[in-house]
């Protein structure tokens, strides 16, 4: 859905970060990526010339449950496309522990401190 239209509940939402499901497109930001460690989240990150964050998970089921993965992922989709408009880059992001135990507000200050990272590249 175009940014600023409405969606079936008749409110506004943003256009979600596109997807990154390749296996070879991981590999690659894997090999030329840099990495970010914060408190709650690790990212291995790269600058792209498409104008919009695509995002890929890493997230194992020695990390918790489905439920708290799911949670994880919704929580990222949900700062890129909220914080990271008009950026782009590609991001590979993990947890930096158990899913259960990443809070979100540590979530949200790692993601700021990523953001302005790629801001000054």
């Not at 408009?85 to 993990?94: E, N, R």
Request: hydrophobic share 35%.
């Amino acid at each position: 859905m175009p940014e600023g239209e409405r969606d079936g509940r008749g409110s506004y939402r943003s256009a979600a970060p596109e997807s990154l499901r390749r296996g070879s497109i991981f590999r690659e930001i894997y090999r030329t990526g840099r990495r970010f460690r914060g408190s709650a989240i690790k990212v291995v990150y790269r600058r792209n010339a498409l104008g919009v964050i695509r995002l890929g998970f890493s997230v194992s089921r020695k990390t918790g449950t489905a439920v708290d993965r799911n949670r994880f992922r919704r929580r990222i989709r949900s700062l890129a496309r909220n914080r990271g408009t008009g950026l782009g880059a590609d991001l590979i992001v993990s947890p930096a522990g158990e899913t259960a135990e990443v809070p979100w507000d540590g979530m949200e200050k790692d993601f700021e401190k990523l953001l302005e990272l790629l801001e000054g590249q």
